[in-house]
């Protein structure tokens, strides 16, 4: 294998000044349409203060939902929890850990008894427009305005990598934090190809020969979990069809513009890939869940897997010595793709926010500015494998495979970075339908030309429809 960068040289690519937003970073700027901000938090429960800014009453409880995925939960008791319990010690903490965001909290909104901290993530994410029109999310302005616990000399906003509060706004107010730095593209087993003398491919020429070679050794060159997980291979669709066609492809879906799911770059993408799953992929995985999908792909059944670099994480206790987790980018599909084969997505991720008709929202945004701080980073780092959006607070840290082999795959792209997708989070109901058009369009059941169809009208839909609040960006 080729060396691997050194520890400074990783923590300076991803950690921290790589995602600096600038020209072409594709990272992450949102302009909003008007619209009345809606709540915010209530009034201080007590007086704020040099040492108390955001007016915590040290008594008061707060409650904090977690979702239990691959990061688990333990960070948030073991430390941001704890960090709380520190500094307020008469103030009881209620954890509520879920894999069914969702479920579990929508009655709870709309009866009135909304959680303060919810970490909204999951195949069964909160809709957050939803949300925001009936007031529910606090505006977390005060929060990136106050003293950072990590430098008391800038201000929270200041420490954070680019693209953490333009992603934070909705109808251009701050309403969600983005905790992690994330990287999404196709995962594999470095060993693997050590060991067999493969070469990752990039063009779909050599992926299909590589899929041919797999087949021989009895595996599926590509699976996704069609059962809990449809969304990673859309998130691969989106992206693949902007390294077709650049970036605006993504920005005129996020717009909602007319005619976007139905260009070109689009239909391409959607085609290549229902071509490699038809000669290459195996229908059972249409049934399984992330988890067994992530199994099989340690037992070497699946040579790339697309997902995000919380991965190796989630699949800690199930990996094998003989598996390095290594990520690679999309191959370019066409000869005059829009960008070049380096190309990756690279975005924030791992929504918070804090419930503005809770009981404590101020401990909310308190719990907040503590998971910001150089330990409750930091200690996350330690944990979960994966990085936070703060500033230079991991440096000296052992990173492992999957994070060197990320920094690795991030310079090479250099400011050819896939911008995230934002309709995921303003328009939940396009994004839940792409999930069962992506499952019918890669099993076969329908065409690429009717799956970019069906989307259009799906999107067309929420255009005409004067109730949903639109949202944009241009960058």
Not at 272 to 291: M, S
Not at 320 to 335: C, D, H, K, L
Not at 381 to 395: A, P
Request: with cysteine; charged share 20%.
């Amino acid at each position: 294998m080729s060396t691997t960068p050194s520890r400074r040289e990783v923590l300076r690519r991803i950690g921290l000044t790589a995602l600096a937003a600038g020209p072409g970073a594709g990272l992450l700027s949102a302009c909003a349409t008007s619209r009345s901000a809606g709540p915010v938090a209530a009034s201080s429960a007590a007086p704020t203060s040099a040492a108390n800014p955001l007016g915590v009453d040290a008594a008061r409880p707060l409650e904090v939902v977690i979702f239990s995925g691959g990061n688990g939960d333990g960070y948030a008791t073991e430390l941001h929890e704890a960090l709380y319990s520190k500094a307020y010690p008469k103030a009881k903490i209620n954890h509520v850990p879920t894999q069914k965001v969702g479920t579990q909290l929508r009655p709870r909104f709309i009866s009135g008894d909304a959680p303060d901290v919810v970490n909204n993530s999951g195949p069964e994410a909160l809709d957050l427009q939803s949300l925001v029109a009936e007031g529910h999310l606090a505006d977390l302005t005060p929060l990136f305005e106050a003293p950072s616990l990590a430098d008391p000399a800038k201000k929270v906003r200041d420490t954070l990598v680019g693209g953490v509060y333009e992603n934070s706004l909705i109808d251009g107010v701050p309403r969600v934090l983005q905790y992690t730095v994330a990287h999404r593209a196709l995962w594999y087993n470095a060993k693997l190809f050590d060991q067999r003398g493969w070469q990752v491919p990039r063009t779909w020429a050599e992926f299909n020969a590589l899929g041919e070679e797999a087949k021989k050794a009895g595996i599926a060159l590509f699976a996704y979990p069609g059962q809990v997980g449809p969304f990673y291979q859309l998130w691969n669709l989106v992206y693949s069809a902007a390294k077709i066609g650049g970036n605006k492809v993504i920005i005129d879906i996020d717009n909602l513009a007319d005619g976007a799911w139905q260009a070109e770059p689009v239909r391409q993408a959607v085609a290549a890939w229902a071509q490699v799953q038809r000669d290459f992929g195996d229908k059972a995985y249409f049934g399984l869940d992330h988890t067994q999908t992530q199994v099989k792909h340690l037992k070497d059944e699946v040579l790339f897997y697309p997902c995000g670099s919380w991965l190796e994480n989630e699949m800690a206790k199930d990996r094998p010595e003989s598996f390095e987790y290594a990520i690679a980018p999309v191959p370019s599909i066409t000869a005059a793709d829009a960008m070049p084969y380096e190309a990756i997505m690279v975005g924030v991720s791992e929504a918070f926010f804090v419930a503005a008709k809770g009981a404590n929202p101020q401990g909310g945004l308190e719990y907040l500015r503590m998971m910001l701080s150089r330990e409750g980073a930091r200690g996350y780092t330690e944990m979960t494998k994966n990085l936070t959006v703060v500033n230079g607070v991991v440096d000296g840290l052992e990173l492992t495979s999957a994070v060197r082999s990320a920094a690795k795959a991030q310079e090479a792209a250099g400011t050819d970075i896939i911008t995230d997708i934002r309709f995921e989070g303003w328009y939940k109901e396009l994004f839940d339908h792409g999930q069962v058009q992506t499952n019918s369009v890669m099993s076969g059941r329908i065409t690429p030309e009717e799956f970019c169809a069906n989307m259009q009208k799906k999107a067309d839909a929420l255009k005409a429809d004067s109730a949903i609040a639109k949202q944009s960006r241009s960058v």
